[in-house]
């Protein structure tokens, strides 16, 4: 009973979101004389850096996942609750789920983002993102069913269709899927069909910048150019797409309009804030960006509300008068670590120093032996970028096993070439293509 009341009378910090930005948060937490409540709508936590490799096949969403309450099960003041905020109501300090409602003291979201269709909701379906485990299995889905339908298909001109990718964006994300898809045609692929060929499938990347990782150095944007078209990728860029169906893309560069015929379309093209967003500056009466994230301050307070914090994807932070604070990995880490030491620091009546964001620098693979690293006046590409950026990738997978696991596949795959996990299951997200290719009904009754 004493134990219960000394709980209810701690100062309640409630989580919304368990990505990087809030998992730090609640780690920098665990010693703190405070109650903790992380809320998130999955069950587990997602490496998302490594999601490119579950869409190919190379890992399963299990070695990169680890389930939020294992890791935070030492953190004794700490519970997790699977769910959705509905909506937040800053004056009476509580957050509304669709079972209950739970009273905060101070409150960081931290839900991250998006895929961004530039205001074409229609495209949604048409070309999935990659930003959730779903999304990572719905593509691997739409990648190996159209293997399987190019190998049925008996007309020339359709069974390309199926066997041209097009995948929109030529940041990072979609640097890393084209690379992986690439070795994926022309070495894993290569004896497990009788009809086709999967080294001659078309993986055309759209970027519509005038260079893909635009983030990075020059020279490295042009070394990983390099890389892809030595995989066979072809690189469009200074093109957007202006149209998209089932079976065409329509891109514009400069004056020339081109259709694509593809039966698959993957989207890597931007990000906008999660939904959440909104209801938190209808809530709090803050601005919004047109990326849709919550304006903060210097401290990540959102409106008048000092005890409102939004960190990661979710906040537009402004380093200086140049420079946002990027949404990566490392910097909602460090956000989540200084919300939680601001607010220790104010349960203790103590000021801390400003934040100060430290970049940890970018890195990007495009196939094996071949990465960029750009650690500011370090620039590294090739052999050892690719070893450091396993590396890397590898210390920061949460769980030991997962690491080991990881380890293991990234070896086998280095030497066989075979990538393990190329089940086709239903992600739950979209209705299912038909395996079946198309047929002429006029055709097939004259036959």
């Known amino acids: 009973m004493f134990q219960e009341e000394k709980k209810q009378s701690l100062h309640h910090v409630v989580i919304v979101g368990g990505g990087f930005g809030g998992l730090y948060a609640a780690k920098s937490l665990a010693k703190a004389p405070v109650k903790v409540t992380l809320i998130d709508k999955q069950n587990f936590h997602v490496f998302q850096p490594l999601l490119y490799q579950v869409a190919t096949g190379g890992l399963a969403p299990s070695n990169i996942s680890s389930p939020l309450r294992a890791v935070l099960k030492h953190n004794k003041n700490t519970e997790v609750l699977m769910g959705e905020v509905t909506q937040i109501e800053p004056e009476r300090q509580i957050v509304k789920l669709k079972y209950r409602e739970i009273h905060y003291d101070s409150l960081i979201i931290a839900t991250g983002a998006s895929p961004q269709y530039f205001g074409n909701p229609e495209w949604v379906k048409k070309a999935p993102g990659l930003k959730t485990v779903e999304d990572a299995l719905e593509i691997r889905r739409r990648i190996f069913l159209a293997f399987e339908s190019a190998e049925k298909e008996t007309i020339p001109e ?102 694509i015929r593809t039966r698959t379309v993957l989207w890597t093209a931007g990000m906008k804030a999660s939904a959440i967003a909104l209801r938190l500056s209808e809530a709090t009466g803050a601005s919004l960006d047109r990326m849709g994230r919550v304006i903060v301050s210097p401290e990540f307070t959102v409106g008048k509300y000092n005890n409102i914090f939004a960190i990661g994807d979710l906040a537009h932070y402004r380093i200086n008068q140049n420079h946002l604070l990027p949404a990566v990995a490392p910097a909602a880490m460090q956000a989540g670590n200084y919300v939680a030491n601001l607010i220790q620091s104010q349960l203790q009546g103590k000021k801390i120093a400003s934040f100060r964001y430290w970049d940890w620098g970018n890195l990007a693979v495009i196939g094996k032996h071949a990465a960029v690293i750009d650690f500011g006046l ?33 070896v086998w795959s280095y030497f066989t070439s075979n990538k393990c996990d190329r089940l086709i299951v239903s992600s739950g997200i979209s209705p299912k293509i038909e395996l079946e290719p198309e047929r002429d009904t006029q055709a097939l009754l004259q036959v």
Not at 202 to 222: D, F, G, H, M, V
């Open 158 to 259: 359709k069974r390309q269709d199926w066997l041209t990718f097009v995948l929109v964006g030529g940041g990072a994300a979609g640097v890393e899927l084209a690379g992986a898809l690439a070795e994926l045609t022309r070495s894993t692929l290569k004896e497990d069909f009788r009809n086709i060929d999967p080294a001659t499938a078309k993986i055309i990347l759209i970027q519509s910048p005038e260079r893909i990782l635009p983030t990075y150095p020059a020279q490295l944007s042009e070394q990983a150019l390099n890389k892809l078209k030595d995989l066979g990728v072809i690189v469009k860029t200074k093109t957007k797409v202006i149209d998209l169906n089932e079976q065409v893309v329509t891109v514009r560069q400069g004056e020339q309009i081109e259709q």
């Open 378 to 410: 370090i620039k590294l590409s090739g052999i050892l970028a690719w070893l450091i950026w396993m590396f890397i990738h590898v210390f920061y997978l949460l769980e030991f096993d997962n690491k080991i696991i990881v380890a293991i596949q990234w």
